[in-house]
């Protein structure tokens, strides 16, 4: 029997657009956060990164908090769209402080200003409105090929948006005086187009009821849970575990890569490759996302799909290093390009494993906690991607970098090449493992078995598309 379906094809892709806003905010700061902090503003790299890591001691607390509670919100507008709507107000506001530390501060108020705005923007506003937006994809559709269609949806948005950023800032920030007041002037720009982008996509689509959502149950007093079981629920889901994980090092994986901007200026002698390396990154990752929803249904499930990809990706990025020590940069465009087309069906079908995640603590546990549930993302991308970026500033500083010099020491060309070679390397082997114990699909069917519970199963490639 086929699903109900319960979305229109504009709902998918005004879903989708959503992440234009959240990589307006994510690949502009990790790209160019650090270069900006060191090159413009004058901070040591090592400070920058400490005062990072201490960032993201808040974070874990802040993302089970704001699950929790988008979980406990009634509203006309539903449980997350009024936290994916207003949480980007705050993000815009702080994206720009984070751009904009003032050049006449000194050197301890130059940190302070930018670890207040570098915490409340992830901490806070950027928590509320990710993980809010991813959640929706459990909340306006019941459907699990419309849920693995958004996640395509929405990382051809994400991965454009990227790609874009990490193409032209350079370029625009130039053409907009090269100094701090310009990397100021651009991230107004970007905050203002991330906030309309943001309003459309959350008006864009419409949450199920809650009776609907629990299959016609209605929940009774007893199934109130607070913050401290929400935690405890998750913990015991040893899927979201490994999700968690799996972000975690993507966002390790995509720090090394941004750090690239280093690699490109001191090694390859050529900042603008940073630019051409973002299309042979993305550009792959876009035409995987398009045949992702094709590729689930044909091997009629994600798991096998996200574990091969991923020894593409690493076989891929091996090569990049055999490249690299080469010389070539050509070769290591292409070899880049060919482990992106395997990280891809992992991003497009992500969200939608995180659904059958949330279907599972609600197997075993009897509790539905959408919301929570996907703190994995939001908790995966902040602190993979705060950690990432902190590795590098200590990186960086451990080899001798110091950004306003003319020339840097053998040392810190060394650093910057196992940085970018060999680390993400590392990241993708151990995500490809992760991805191996990782069939949480396969789970539910067995528990909705023991359960007498029919299923639609995914029988043809075209009912996907």
Not at 99 to 114: C, D, E, I, Q
Not at 377 to 390: M, P
Request: net charge positive.
């Amino acid at each position: 029997m086929e699903e109900k379906k319960y979305l229109k094809w504009y709902n998918k892709i005004g879903y989708g657009s959503g992440d234009i806003a959240g990589n307006v905010v994510y690949a502009f700061l990790t790209s160019f956060m650090m270069v900006y902090l060191t090159d413009s503003v004058g901070l040591a790299a090592g400070v920058v990164g400490t005062l990072i890591a201490v960032s993201k001691l808040f974070d874990g607390f802040t993302d089970i908090f704001f699950g929790s509670m988008i979980d406990k919100t009634h509203s006309k507008m539903g449980k997350a769209k009024p936290w994916m709507l207003y949480g980007y107000i705050g993000c815009a506001i702080t994206l720009i402080c984070c751009f904009a530390v003032p050049v006449s501060l000194g050197t301890t108020a130059k940190y302070a200003w930018f670890f207040i705005s570098y915490t409340l923007l992830n901490g806070v506003f950027y928590t509320a409105n990710n993980i809010a937006y991813s959640a929706l994809t459990s909340l306006i559709t019941k459907n699990s090929k419309e849920r693995v269609q958004m996640g395509s949806y929405r990382f051809i948005f994400a991965f454009s948006t990227s790609l874009l950023i990490q193409a032209i800032t350079v370029g625009f920030v130039d053409k907009c005086g090269g100094d701090a007041a310009a990397w100021r002037t651009v991230a107004i720009i970007y905050a203002i187009i991330g906030l309309v982008v943001n309003t459309i996509s959350a008006l864009s689509v419409k949450e199920l009821p809650e009776e609907e959502l629990n299959e016609g149950e209605v929940k009774d007093d007893n199934e109130k849970y607070g913050m401290v079981q929400a935690f405890k629920l998750l913990v015991k889901n040893k899927y979201y575990m490994m999700i968690c994980g799996t972000y975690i090092l993507q966002q390790l994986y995509g720090a090394m890569i941004g750090a690239g901007i280093y690699y490109m200026t001191w090694v390859l002698k050529n900042k603008n490759l940073f630019g051409q390396f973002a299309w042979a990154v993305n550009i792959p990752l876009i035409i995987a996302l398009i045949f992702t929803p094709t590729l689930v249904g044909k091997w009629k499930g994600m798991y096998k799909l996200n574990l091969r990809g991923y020894v593409l990706a690493v076989i891929g990025r091996a090569l990049v290093v055999v490249a690299g020590y080469m010389g070539s940069v050509p070769l290591m465009m292409a070899f880049t390009a060919l482990a992106a087309l395997g990280q891809g069906p992992w991003q497009g079908d992500m969200n939608a494993v995180i659904a059958s995640c949330s279907e599972y603590t609600y197997l075993t546990q009897g509790k539905r906690i959408d919301g929570t549930m996907y703190s994995c993302t939001s908790l995966g991308v902040k602190i993979g991607g705060g950690i990432g970026t902190a590795v590098v500033g200590w990186l960086l500083e451990f080899s001798g970098y110091i950004g306003t010099n003319a020339t840097q020491p053998q040392s810190a060309l060394d650093m910057m090449q196992f940085m970018y070679l060999w680390l993400p390397l590392i990241f993708d082997v151990l995500i490809m493992f992760v991805l191996s114990r990782m069939n949480v699909e396969d789970a539910n069917k067995k528990l909705k078995a023991e359960k007498g519970i029919v299923t639609d199963e995914v029988t043809d490639a075209s009912d996907i598309n």
